[in-house]
């Protein structure tokens, strides 16, 4: 990002994320024992080992102020530095480069570097980082388990498999306030479209008793799930930013309008798996799942998910991975799945429609907002126009966002209901409400109203858009 000829910005960047055990290489010559994985993979050993017993070091030294609490994170002029124990002794560390600017000087001096420590928030970060450990645990299972079943060997290649990938896809300039709640968008219905899903999910169920979840999406939003809350959060964020755009494509023509067979038992039907065989039909096809592991806090549940897609909507079914998937089963799900998952997505994009025309065009609002509701995660944002891993669209000005940001923070402060007005340098209103385990932030374009006809404005757009959950005044 360029400003003028002048200066030029540079985003926060990932400068290294590793996994270490200090059990592993206590004494000395022994150090990269501890090291599991690093990212990046290509620095020299010698400044792996430095680098690591660095973070050991910090760690221990702050345990002497408070035992219990170990460091979190370390804040420089360069850097900002997160720790995190997932379990026992295993201890996951990423480092982030602070947002810094280039100045040009005159007379050809080298350029002037201003790092922007403040700029970057430190809870968006570090809820990246943790969400990034949640995911690792859903495919890999606990680090202890995947020692028990093949020794650090395992663990290793485990942690090379998946945060290699994973990394990747990692995209700090692209997160925002969203990004922080890590919530759930879920998909408006009707009671008796609710009810088809419902009755969907039980029949197939009942038929396929191999099941032991299910959740509904469609559009990326849920309708429908089995899993915890806490599990299916984390699936959430991997099927939405991860799986789905890298299996989206142009749909048909007219794939969304509505489907009905005209003879009777007519199985022409959109559905395909995503995760699993590509095509059913080929005779090399590979019937082979990712799997997931749920409920680790209290059981241990190791599942095969799979993914099934029909037009718009997308099914997850979740079975024992102690069960073998056959191709005969792959089958059976396709012939019985498709064809009911094509009529229900047809079902819902017409309600959807029809919904759509009763309600009118839509106008220009005078605010935008951000909804998060801490209970059931659920989320709901007009200011964003498209949200993915490396991609945030917002309809409003990125110093807009920082400030809703910094309220976010201020709200993390105190347990208490609290309510923020700011004007902003631009003459936008950013007004902040916190009530009972729900937060609104809403974007006012109203340049010459004063702080009581904001909020106004604000109860008249709790009224309307809330009238049936909150908020207090």
């Known amino acids: 990002m360029a400003s003028g000829m002048q200066e030029k910005l540079y985003n926060p960047s990932l400068l290294s994320f590793f996994v270490y055990n200090p059990s592993f290489g206590p004494r000395e010559g022994e150090e990269e024992k501890k090291i599991l994985f690093y990212h990046p993979s290509d620095v020299e050993k010698n400044e792996k080992i430095r680098n690591v017993g660095l973070c050991e070091a910090i760690v221990q030294f702050t345990r002497t102020f408070c035992p219990t609490k170990p460091a979190k994170s370390l804040h420089t002029q360069k850097n900002r530095q997160f720790f995190f124990e997932a379990e026992d002794s295993f201890w996951i560390v990423m480092v982030v480069r602070n947002p810094w600017v280039e100045k040009t000087n005159k007379d050809g001096k080298p350029p002037t570097i201003e790092y922007q420590e403040e700029e970057i928030l430190v809870r968006l970060i570090l809820f990246i980082f943790l969400s990034n450990i949640s995911t690792a645990l859903l495919f890999n299972g606990t680090f202890v388990r995947a020692m028990e079943t093949g020794g650090v060997e395992l663990l290793m290649q485990k942690l090379e498999k998946f945060f290699y990938r994973y990394l990747q896809t990692l995209h700090l300039q692209s997160c925002d306030l969203l990004d922080v709640f890590g919530g759930i968008a879920f998909f408006p219905l009707d009671k008796m479209t609710y009810l088809k899903i419902q009755s969907f999910v039980n029949r197939v169920e009942e038929s396929l008793s191999l099941i032991k979840y299910t959740t509904f999406l469609y559009n990326d939003q849920l309708i429908w799930s089995g899993l915890e809350q806490d599990d299916m959060r984390i699936l959430y964020k ?81 079975i024992s991975a102690s069960m073998e998937l056959t191709r005969e089963f792959c089958e059976q799900l396709d012939s019985l799945v498709g064809p009911q998952l094509t009529l229900l997505a047809s079902d819902i994009c017409e309600q959807y429609n029809v919904n759509r025309r009763i309600s009118g065009p839509e106008k220009e609002p005078q605010f935008k907002f951000i909804y998060f509701n801490h209970m059931n995660l659920a989320e709901k944002s007009t200011i964003h126009m498209r949200k993915t891993a490396s991609v945030s669209l917002t309809s409003v000005h990125p110093d807009l966002m920082k400030i809703l940001g910094d309220i976010n923070c201020d709200f993390a402060r105190v347990d208490e209901d609290e309510e923020i007005i700011v004007k902003a340098m631009t003459d936008y209103w950013v007004v902040g409400k916190k009530s009972d385990q729900r937060e609104l932030y809403v974007i006012l374009n109203q340049k010459n109203a004063n702080l009581i006809e904001v909020n106004e404005e604000v109860k008249r757009l709790c009224a309307t858009q809330f009238n049936n959950i909150f908020f207090l005044d």
């Open 238 to 318: 991997y099927l939405t930013t991860s799986l789905f755009p890298r299996h989206s494509e142009p749909e048909l023509a007219g794939r969304d309008s509505p489907l009905r067979p005209e003879v009777a038992g007519n199985l022409l039907h959109y559905g395909r798996f995503l995760t699993g065989p590509a095509n059913i039909k080929d005779p090399e096809a590979k019937f082979r799942f990712p799997r997931i592991f749920v409920n680790t806090k209290d059981s241990y549940e190791e599942l095969h998910l799979i993914v099934y897609k029909a037009m718009s909507a997308a099914v997850c079914f979740m």
